[in-house]
């Protein structure tokens, strides 16, 4: 099918002699037709960028979206902006399906396309842009008619994830035969939280090695009776040692927020880069927490964070390698260090804390979970992850080492804990970690 989308571009910069692009309505790139000559002549930055980068930037979406592209029902110009990197016109083709934008075709203009008639207002397109058009009315098939088979195994993949036990073997034949060979690979699930869910139609999957479906799910599923825990069979090791940095204070909570579920096929069970690269697209899709994040970005920065679950081979083993997956996603975004993708295995406690039932917080605790003391809680968490050493919580901290004391001096009284005792830092260390989920 990709290589229908390739003919159907190239049929379009044919017909109006110049370059092509395709990218779907989250602007993610699908084909992309010849540029002649030098490209430092033919392109600009938006357009190398989308290539190289398979995706454009949300300042860049956002920019071409005020021109109304999303409503537009025939071609239309956008203008050059050197100051939007944007250093050549384009006549954008919105790629539809019975009223609904699939994506878009866009045409570079180096100045020969000026006088060609788009259409509208009464005076008929150019014959070129109509037929451009129908190749457009074409691919705009194609992606609804990939988007209706993702959403069936997507459909699928929902209903074995949510299934109960009892009917695991069921759902788990149905998504074997949707999946046909695939089923027999090392799957992955992947899960992106929080994702948002604009509209009830269903986009086309992102064109990504190994990327077989994917669905969301409320957040009700986060908290199933068959979360993980430290007796997973999974066969969960420890995390990799190492110096951590001070942690941030903790995000707003997405417990009510929907995920995503993607499942990936592996080419061993030990190969988890395609499930990294779909974690990391899925990442930058602007439902993955309302916004795009830039190359490279802290994960502090980014709006949402994805998990990675055990690869199984059987697929009635999906529906606790996705809990697993939910919560390593849980983890990343309590921690930054994490994040933003996890790997179940390397959550360390976050395997036992993300099973434990959403409770209010231990009474000595409550009070230092406050917003007029985070100051003392982010020390006394320093203090505990440091495992008590006094010299590495303060050098984390950039603290003196006195006002170090002086602190845990008011954590202990406002919490009424002794921090010499092990049953009393295990409390905090645990409550407060709790208290990021």
């Not at 159907?8 to 092509?20: T, W």
């Amino acid at each position: 099918m990709r290589g229908d989308y390739q003919q159907l571009v190239d049929e379009i910069s044919a017909a109006l002699g110049a370059p092509a692009t395709l990218e779907d309505r989250d602007f993610g790139l699908i084909a992309f037709g010849a540029h002649e000559g030098d490209d430092d002549l033919v392109m600009d930055p938006v357009r190398t960028r989308s290539i190289l980068q398979r995706r454009s930037t949300a300042a860049v979406r956002a920019w071409f979206e005020a021109f109304g592209i999303a409503r537009a029902k025939t071609a239309l110009r956008i203008p050059p902006d050197p100051a939007a990197g944007v250093f050549k016109g384009r006549i954008c083709l919105p790629v539809r399906h019975r009223g609904i934008v699939q994506g878009y075709v866009w045409l570079l203009d180096d100045g020969h396309l000026t006088d060609l008639e788009l259409g509208g207002g009464g005076a008929p397109p150019d014959p070129r842009i109509e037929q451009a058009m129908e190749s457009a009315s074409g691919i705009g098939a194609l992606l609804a008619a990939e988007a209706r088979a993702g959403a069936e195994l997507g459909d699928l993949l929902r209903a074995l994830l949510v299934s109960r036990p009892t009917e695991r073997t069921a759902a788990a034949a149905a998504l074997r035969d949707g999946l046909r060979s695939a089923a027999d690979a090392p799957l992955l699930v992947v899960a992106v939280t929080p994702w948002d869910v604009p509209d009830a139609d269903h986009a086309p999957l992102p064109n990504l090695p190994g990327l077989l479906a994917a669905c969301v799910l409320p957040a009700a599923n986060g908290a199933a009776e068959e979360a993980p825990g430290p007796a997973s069979p999974s066969g969960a090791s420890a995390p990799p040692g190492g110096r951590r940095s001070a942690p941030v204070p903790p995000s707003r909570a997405t417990a009510d927020a929907p995920s995503l579920a993607a499942l990936v096929r592996l080419r061993s069970p030990s190969a988890l880069a395609a499930a990294h690269t779909v974690a990391e697209h899925l990442l930058r899709s602007p439902r993955a927490g309302g916004g795009l994040a830039p190359a490279g970005a802290d994960a502090r920065t980014l709006p949402g964070a994805a998990g990675l679950g055990t690869p199984v081979r059987d697929l009635a083993g999906l529906p606790p390698a996705w809990h697993e997956a939910l919560a390593a996603a849980r983890a990343a975004r309590a921690e930054p260090r994490l994040g933003p993708v996890a790997e179940w295995d390397a959550i360390g406690a976050y395997r036992l804390l993300t099973g434990l039932p959403s409770v209010e917080p231990d009474p000595p605790v409550r009070p230092l979970l406050t917003p007029a003391h985070s100051e003392l809680a982010r020390t006394a968490e320093v203090f505990l992850d440091c495992a008590g050493q006094a010299g590495r919580a303060a050098q984390a901290l950039g603290i003196h080492r006195q006002t170090l004391y002086y602190r845990l001096g008011r954590v202990e009284k406002l919490t009424g804990l002794d921090l010499d005792e092990g049953g009393d830092r295990l409390l905090l260390h645990m409550a407060l970690k709790t208290a990021r989920l």
